[in-house]
């Protein structure tokens, strides 16, 4: 087993990061860096430069941070000669992420930007079905409650953050990896509330019919859903990629291994000597915000 280090103890970190690396047999939790988050029986940190100075036998860093602060973080392990995994979004710019890329590969270590919902059970069927269709119209309704998600979270309104495009870059995930040819923004209607500096809400269309609904202000059952039709049929990804119906009839009915499968991934990767680095759901979310029209709605508190 390797041992591995978690940097960013918050909601994902606890929901999904620890349980997965505790229910590996690639992976031990060897330590922990967080200002005010721990592990239980896990050894803890509070400063990264300090944790990189005295664990020079932990030779993985995993960053749970939100997009903004991870970069910095990131360079550190880099450099200090450690393989790197980042959560989703991989930064809070591309070039940010490009930069890091070269670093890793110059430094000869793994770099994994991460895409949890390519996981998702219903995801690579869903591409085998599609690889030889042509796709008529596709849609993504994803809405969710952002009180739920991330209570309290201040960063995700703040720049960089990314507003609903944080949840949204899942679906952005999905559509990157199942749809088989290329599609580009056309136009976006981004809804701002008056006191933040991100978008709550999303309304965008894509070239090929491809069209998205992204919105954070759902209460009630969520919606993470994808319908793509196509010439021979349609296709439908319902609860984030782990539910895939085609013609009416289900093929797969995930039980969310999402996280589980991401450091399995991580596993081969360093085992192999290699990187996975792909900004192409980061591609949609940066044409938004350039080209999107920005409207003002109501404040949003969480
Ligand atoms: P979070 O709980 O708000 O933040 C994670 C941790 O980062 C916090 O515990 C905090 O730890 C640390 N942190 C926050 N701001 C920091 C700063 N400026 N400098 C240094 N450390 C800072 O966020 P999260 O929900 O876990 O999300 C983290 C990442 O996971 C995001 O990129 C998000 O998109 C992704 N993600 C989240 C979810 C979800 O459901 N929430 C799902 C999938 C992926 P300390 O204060 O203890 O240092």
């Keep these: 087993m390797t041992q591995i280090c978690l940097v960013g103890i918050g909601k994902i970190a606890v929901d999904q990061h620890v349980p997965a690396i505790g229910g590996s047999d690639d992976w031990v939790l060897a330590a922990t860096v967080s200002r005010a988050g721990t592990v239980d029986g896990v050894p803890s940190f509070s400063d990264f430069d300090q944790m990189l100075a005295e664990r020079a036998d932990i030779p993985v860093i995993s960053i749970c941070l939100p997009p903004v602060p991870r970069y910095d973080y990131a360079v550190k392990a880099i450099a200090a000669g450690r393989h790197v995994m980042l959560e989703k979004p991989p930064g809070a710019t591309l070039a940010e992420v490009y930069a890091l890329a070269d670093m890793a590969q110059k430094a000869g270590v793994t770099l994994y930007t991460t895409w949890h919902s390519r996981m998702a059970k219903g995801v690579a069927p869903a591409k085998t079905w599609l690889a030889d269709k042509t796709i008529t119209r596709a849609h993504i309704c994803?809405?969710?409650?952002?009180?739920?998600?991330?209570?309290?979270?201040?960063?995700?309104?703040?720049?960089?953050?990314?507003?609903?495009?944080?949840?949204?870059?899942n679906a952005l995930s999905i559509i990157t990896e199942i749809l088989p040819m290329p599609i580009h923004l056309r136009s976006a209607d981004l809804q701002f509330p008056a006191n933040r500096d991100t978008p709550i809400a999303a309304q965008m269309q894509w070239t090929q019919n491809v069209s998205g609904d992204f919105d954070w202000r759902q209460e009630g059952p969520q919606s993470w859903d994808i319908t793509m039709e196509t010439t021979a049929g349609t296709l439908h990804l319902h609860d984030g990629g782990d539910r895939l119906i085609t013609d009416g009839k289900e093929i797969v009915a995930g039980n969310n291994r999402e996280y589980p499968a991401l450091y399995g991934r991580m596993a081969e990767l360093v085992k192999n000597g290699a990187s996975e680095v792909d900004v192409s759901p980061m591609i949609h979310v940066a044409d938004a915000l350039t080209l999107g029209r920005r409207i003002t709605v109501d404040p949003f508190h969480f």
């Design 142 to 169: 994803w809405k969710e409650d952002v009180r739920r998600w991330h209570p309290g979270q201040d960063w995700v309104f703040e720049p960089g953050g990314m507003g609903v495009f944080d949840p949204g870059s």
